[in-house]
């Protein structure tokens, strides 16, 4: 005879900090509205205005052709997540964050902020549920093609695409490139490098390198790599990396790549690199290689916003490890970096 007595049903306690807890939960169900005020804060160039010092809402509004009742109620609640501070006149400062909106500032995550807000993401995690249920991403459904092809067709989407992800890489470019010890007099090929933002700092750091660019033609046309100290150590080249990718590097680098793919053509990439490196060649994948336990970093975030778009998603070391072997590649190190993506290095098996 079964003398347990049946559980007590457990739930929210009535407390401060069960209230505390239940009021996050309902700002993070409101989390679309911060989204929505930050990208208006910078469509708005409200940062640049605010680079001379502080201004009243009203001031904003006769600059920005709003309503300034309504800006300032705006403003009042970015100033709640530390994005601008309204002191006790009423005016509106800058704040760390805020800085990140300037355009004018090296770093400046402008044009990212304007991507990561734009309805190519925010309509795709409307379909997050789906994506759950069913294992693919909402992004086709709701555009009528996967997001390859539709910003490849798309000339004013793929120029969203490709400026944003340059903002959004260049904070992190130095430092990755700071964290490796790239070998002396080696060729590097960034592989689907964008407009080369990476490979620009490999370069300014390590004058005895060479590097090409490679990636599809119009992410070419606007790459970083005109520096006067850079002339001659360089060279961009179009392709497909499905098919093939520069021959004869010592460093491969797959910088945000892997993660927008499935597991097969992810290691046709692979591939396509162990076929065309030289004989004591490398392979660096970076990417956010998630840890486990419960802590935020941001490419826990990344990775569910590449399941609603995209059949790719963030790997760990063991998911790495099975596309390499696939690519006739092994892993032979994980390196931190000071941003969420790690450098995973591999050779030839």
């Known amino acids: ?24 939960l309902i700002e993070a169900s409101l989390g679309h509205l911060y989204s929505a005020a930050v990208r208006t804060a910078a469509a708005l160039g409200l940062a640049d205005h605010l680079a001379s010092g502080p201004r009243t809402a009203a001031e904003l509004a006769r600059l920005t052709g709003t309503d300034a ?103 992190m470019n130095a430092l990755i490139a700071d964290a490796y010890s790239f070998p002396r007099n080696a060729t590097v090929v960034d592989v689907g490098g964008g407009r080369g933002g990476l490979l620009r700092q490999v370069l300014l750091r390590h004058p005895d390198l060479c590097g090409v660019l490679f990636d599809q033609e119009p992410a070419l046309h606007e790459h970083l790599l005109s520096d006067a100290e ?3 150590r360089w060279r961009t080249e179009p392709g497909d990396f499905f098919a093939s990718v520069p021959e004869g590097g010592d460093v491969y680098v797959v910088k945000h790549v892997l ?11 692979l591939e396509s690199c162990r076929r ?16 486990p336990g419960n802590e935020p970093p941001l490419g826990k975030a990344v990775d569910v916003a590449m399941m609603t778009i995209v059949t790719g998603r963030e790997r760990g070391p063991e998911d790495l490890d099975a596309l390499f072997t696939r690519a006739g590649l092994r892993r032979t190190r994980i390196l931190p970096t000071p941003t969420f993506a790690s450098i995973v290095e591999a050779v030839a098996a």
């Open 1 to 24: 005879m079964d003398t347990r007595e049946p559980a007590t049903p457990t739930g929210p306690a009535d407390t401060d900090a069960a209230a505390h807890e239940a009021g996050q």
């Open 259 to 269: 993660h927008d793919w499935d597991d097969d053509r992810a290691v046709r990439i």
């Open 69 to 171: 009742v309504y800006l300032g109620r705006a403003l009042r609640y970015l100033a709640t997540r530390k994005v601008f501070r309204e002191d006790a006149q009423g005016a509106f400062h800058l704040t760390p964050a805020a800085q990140f909106l300037r355009t004018d500032v090296p770093g400046s995550l402008h044009a990212a902020v304007l991507m990561l807000t734009d309805e190519l993401f925010v309509r795709s995690s409307s379909g997050f549920e789906e994506t759950l249920r069913t294992g693919e991403p909402a992004f086709p459904k709701v555009f009528g093609a996967p997001f390859v092809e539709y910003i490849t067709a798309e000339t004013a989407a793929r120029e969203l695409f490709d400026t944003g992800m340059a903002a959004f890489s260049e904070p």
């Open 276 to 291: 065309a490196m030289a004989h004591d060649g490398k392979v660096l994948v970076v990417d956010s290689v998630p840890s």
């Open 230 to 232: 850079l002339t001659g």
